[in-house]
């Protein structure tokens, strides 16, 4: 007789209840429980929702723990409204913004769920409200692809005036820089406008 119950069918019904618990908490308004629940099934590439600069950030002793969590609760205070973003404890995270508690220091970029942030990392401020994110491996899909993974929005032209050798187009810059160098981020616009290299002025 054909054995029925082989690991494949536990494995089946396991899948069932797992998709009924998250559609279960989507819906009755858990946002805790969408995060954590959300968390594991995050692609490798970051494509952020949103991008903002953070004017306050309410955070008693948060830290990031060794699995690349965060370990407490946080609530961002976003422009231009004022509006509270919470990050729930567990939620992953990378932070390389110093000055936490200074009014308007750190920007955030983040991934959502609905009104959930799945994924987040807080970077620091440079001038102008423009952030300083890594290199770009390339253009496709409306979206600049950069070395550590994020995949965020560029201005149709970018300006590589700040580089010694900007190239006839954007694709020979980057045959000639490689990931020698940086890009510029304006909040504002919501997008890459310009790359600066090693040993060049400060923009």
Same mark, same amino acid.
């Given at each position: 007789?054909?054995?029925?119950?082989?690991?494949?069918?536990?494995?089946?019904?396991?899948?069932?209840?797992?998709?009924?618990?998250?559609?279960?908490?989507?819906?009755?308004?858990?946002?805790?429980?969408?995060?954590?629940?959300?968390?594991?099934?995050?692609?490798?590439?970051?494509? +952020?929702?949103?991008?903002?600069?953070? #004017?306050?950030?309410?955070?008693?002793?948060?830290?990031?723990?060794?699995?690349?969590?965060?370990?407490?609760?946080?609530?961002?205070? #976003?422009?231009?409204?004022?509006?509270?973003?919470?990050?729930?404890?567990?939620? &992953?995270?990378?932070?390389?913004?110093?000055?936490?508690?200074?009014?308007?220091?750190?920007?955030?970029?983040a991934e959502l769920l609905?009104?959930?942030?799945?994924? *987040?990392?807080?970077? &620091?401020?440079?001038?102008?409200?423009?952030?300083?994110? &890594?290199? $770009?491996?390339? #253009?496709?899909?409306?979206?600049?692809?950069?070395t550590n993974g994020w995949?965020? +929005?560029?201005? &149709?032209? $970018?300006?590589?005036?700040?580089?010694?050798? +900007?190239?006839?187009?954007?694709?020979?810059?980057?045959?000639?820089?490689?990931?020698?160098?940086?890009?510029?981020?304006?909040?504002?616009?919501?997008?890459? *406008?310009a790359v600066i290299c090693?040993?060049?002025?400060?923009?």
């Amino acid at each position: 007789m054909r054995q029925l119950l082989t690991w494949r069918f536990f494995a089946a019904i396991g899948s069932v209840v797992g998709l009924a618990v998250f559609v279960n908490a989507a819906f009755s308004g858990d946002d805790r429980a969408v995060a954590e629940l959300a968390a594991p099934f995050v692609a490798d590439e970051r494509r +952020p929702e949103l991008i903002s600069l953070v #004017l306050e950030i309410e955070a008693p002793f948060f830290a990031i723990s060794d699995s690349g969590q965060a370990t407490t609760d946080l609530v961002l205070t #976003l422009p231009p409204d004022n509006r509270a973003v919470r990050i729930f404890a567990g939620t &992953p995270g990378e932070v390389s913004c110093t000055e936490l508690t200074t009014f308007g220091r750190c920007a955030v970029l983040a991934e959502l769920l609905g009104d959930t942030v799945t994924w *987040f990392a807080l970077t &620091p401020m440079a001038e102008s409200f423009r952030i300083e994110l &890594p290199a $770009i491996v390339e #253009l496709d899909g409306g979206l600049a692809h950069l070395t550590n993974g994020w995949a965020v +929005p560029y201005a &149709p032209i $970018i300006d590589r005036s700040r580089c010694g050798h +900007p190239g006839e187009s954007f694709g020979e810059f980057l045959r000639t820089v490689g990931q020698s160098h940086r890009t510029l981020f304006d909040l504002g616009d919501g997008e890459i *406008f310009a790359v600066i290299c090693p040993n060049d002025p400060a923009p």
